[in-house]
C-alpha cells in the first residue's frame, strides 16, 4: 500500500517541472540559434564571394576600356555598345563561386565615375557622337574654358549625352552579382523563403596618372609645348632659336629639378631607349637648352643602331659620305612648358608621341648631311599623307622633287622666288648659286611637311632633331592618384566601390 502512494506522489507532484520546461525552452532555444548563426555565416560568405565576382569583374571590364586604334590613339573598346568590355567583365566574374556554385551576373554597366557625391552614372545612349574619346579629351577640355581645372572637369563630365557642351567621357565599369537561389540551409529545411537575394555591386575606373612609371619615356627629349599647334609637331631645336623660339629641350628627367649636363644625361643614353630612370610626376625637370657634340652624337648613335629599315649612303664616293637610317624613328618624349619657369627646371605637363625624320650634328653641311630615302610614317593616315620618299629613283630625280630640281645652278634669290614665298633666301645665306644638295633638302623638307614654329620650311641647321608632323600627345601610362589631368591615363583600373 505504501509503494502505490509513493508511486502516486510521483505523477502528481509538480516540484522542478519547471527546470524540465527551461530546459526544453533552452534547447529549441539554442538549436534556434546555432541555425541563425549558420544561416548567417552561409549569407556572409556567399556576400563575400559575390563581392569578389563583382570585383573581379569591375576590374577586367574597366582594363579593356581603352584600346589604341591602327593609328596608335587611344580610343574606346567596341564603342558605343561596349560589348567586348561587358563580355570581358561577365567572363571575369563568372569564373567565381559563390557558395559552390557560379556567380549569377546581373547587370555590367560602362559610365562615368565621380567623386565628390558624383559617384557612377551609367551610359545609356547609342549615339558614339556623344561620347569623347580618350585620346580626344584633353583638347575637348582645354576648349571648354569655363573656370574649371581639367581635372575638374574630367571629374564631373558625366552629361546625359543631350547637352553638346557637356559630353560624355566614359571611365568607368559597374558589375553587380546575385544569388536569389540561396536562403540558407535551415531556410531551406523548414521552407523559409528568404525575401531579399543575396547581390553585391562594384564599381572600377581609370583615373588620371599621378605619374610615369621608371623607363616609359625613351629618350631625353622635351617638346615645347607652346610650339605645338593641337597635333602639329614641328622641328626640335636643340639650340637656343633667338628668332623662331624654342621647339624642345633636353632633360635629365630629374626630381628635384637638377640642371641638366653631359655629366647627368650621358649615363641616360648609355642604352638606348632606357628613358627615365625613376619614376617621374607632372613638375619641374632638370632641362637645358644647349648640349655638347658628344652627347648629340650619342643620341645620333641610337638613332643609327635603332632604325628598323636599314641604312643608306647618300653621297657614295664622298670623302665624308656615311650611311643613315631610311625610317622613321618612334619614341615617346616628355611635353615641357618652355616659356614659364625657370630656364633650366622646367614644367613636364604631358607626354607625346613623335617620329624623328632626321638628325644634324655639329659642322654639317648639305651636300654631306642631307638625306635621300626616308620610308613612310607607319599609321595608316600619315602613311597617306607621308608615304615613302626618293629624291633619286633609278638615278632620276623623283617626280616629286622636280620643281626644286629645276632650280639648281640658279641664283639664289631666282630660285627662292620661283618656289614661293615661304622659300626664302635667308635659309641660304653666304650661298650664291642654288645647288643639288639644297634641292635635296627642300624636297624632303616639303614631301614631310616639316616646318618651323612661324609655319616657314624647315632650315638645314645644326645640332636639330627634325620631327614629322603627326604628334600624338595623350598616351596611357603611370600610376593612378593624378591631382590634375594632363592627358595621361594609368595603366590599371582601382576600385572606387
Request: proline share 5%; net charge negative; glycine share 8%.
Amino acid at each position: 500500500m505504501q509503494y502505490k502512494i509513493k508511486c502516486l506522489n510521483f505523477f502528481i507532484d509538480e516540484r522542478g517541472a519547471i527546470a524540465i520546461i527551461a530546459a526544453l525552452v533552452v534547447f529549441f532555444v539554442l538549436i534556434g540559434i546555432g541555425a541563425l548563426a549558420v544561416d548567417v555565416g552561409r549569407m556572409t560568405t556567399t556576400k563575400n564571394e559575390l563581392q569578389n565576382s563583382a570585383d573581379a569583374g569591375a576590374l577586367a571590364g574597366t582594363s579593356v576600356l581603352f584600346i589604341k586604334d591602327y593609328d596608335d590613339n587611344l580610343c574606346y573598346n567596341d564603342a558605343p555598345s561596349f560589348e567586348a568590355v561587358k563580355l570581358k567583365a561577365r567572363e571575369a566574374a563568372e569564373k567565381n563561386v559563390a557558395f559552390g556554385k557560379k556567380a549569377d551576373v546581373e547587370k555590367v554597366e560602362v559610365g562615368h565615375w565621380g567623386f565628390g557625391g558624383i559617384g557612377f552614372t551609367p551610359f545609356k545612349t547609342v549615339d558614339e557622337n556623344k561620347l569623347i574619346m580618350p585620346s580626344e579629351l584633353l583638347g575637348y577640355m582645354t576648349k571648354q574654358n569655363i573656370g574649371k581645372d581639367n581635372y575638374q572637369l574630367l571629374n564631373e563630365m558625366n552629361g546625359s549625352g543631350d547637352d553638346s557642351e557637356q559630353r560624355f567621357f566614359v571611365n568607368a565599369v559597374r558589375v553587380k552579382t546575385t544569388n536569389d537561389n540561396d536562403s540558407g540551409f535551415f531556410s531551406n529545411i523548414f521552407k523559409i523563403e528568404n525575401p531579399t537575394p543575396i547581390s553585391a555591386h562594384a564599381v572600377a575606373f581609370i583615373d588620371s596618372a599621378g605619374a610615369w612609371a621608371e623607363n616609359h619615356f625613351d629618350y631625353p627629349i622635351g617638346v615645347c609645348e607652346e610650339s605645338l599647334d593641337g597635333e602639329f609637331c614641328n622641328t626640335g631645336r636643340m639650340l637656343e632659336d633667338n628668332v623662331e623660339g624654342d621647339t624642345a629641350q633636353w632633360t635629365n628627367f630629374s626630381q628635384p629639378c637638377v640642371t641638366t649636363n653631359p655629366s647627368n644625361m650621358a649615363p641616360i643614353l648609355d642604352t638606348c631607349g632606357a628613358g627615365n630612370p625613376d619614376p617621374i610626376a607632372p613638375g619641374e625637370i632638370g632641362t637645358t637648352l644647349g648640349v655638347t657634340t658628344p652627347v648629340f652624337e650619342k643620341m645620333k648613335d641610337c638613332w643609327i643602331s635603332e632604325n628598323d629599315g636599314g641604312l643608306v649612303n647618300c653621297n657614295p664616293g664622298e670623302k665624308k659620305s656615311f650611311p643613315t637610317p631610311t625610317q622613321p624613328w618612334s619614341m615617346l618624349v616628355p611635353v615641357l612648358k618652355c616659356n614659364a619657369g625657370e630656364p633650366n627646371c622646367r614644367e613636364l605637363v604631358s607626354a607625346m608621341h613623335i617620329n624623328v625624320l632626321w638628325m644634324l650634328g655639329d659642322g654639317v653641311k648639305p651636300e654631306e648631311n642631307s638625306p635621300c630615302v626616308m620610308g613612310p610614317l607607319d599609321n595608316e593616315e600619315d602613311y597617306n599623307n607621308y608615304p615613302e620618299w626618293k629624291y633619286y629613283e633609278d638615278e632620276i630625280v623623283t617626280e616629286g622633287c622636280k620643281k626644286f630640281n629645276d632650280q639648281i645652278d640658279n641664283t639664289i634669290e631666282e630660285s627662292m622666288h620661283a618656289l614661293g614665298e615661304e622659300w626664302t633666301s635667308s635659309r641660304w645665306q653666304g650661298e650664291q648659286y642654288y645647288e643639288e644638295s639644297m634641292a635635296r633638302w627642300d624636297c624632303f623638307v616639303n614631301h614631310f611637311g616639316i616646318k618651323t614654329p612661324s609655319g616657314k620650311p624647315a632650315y638645314f641647321a645644326k645640332k636639330t632633331i627634325y620631327f614629322a608632323p603627326d604628334c600624338t600627345r595623350t598616351d596611357e601610362a603611370g600610376f593612378i592618384g593624378g591631382e590634375y589631368f594632363f592627358g595621361v591615363f594609368s595603366e590599371v583600373p582601382v576600385l572606387v566601390e
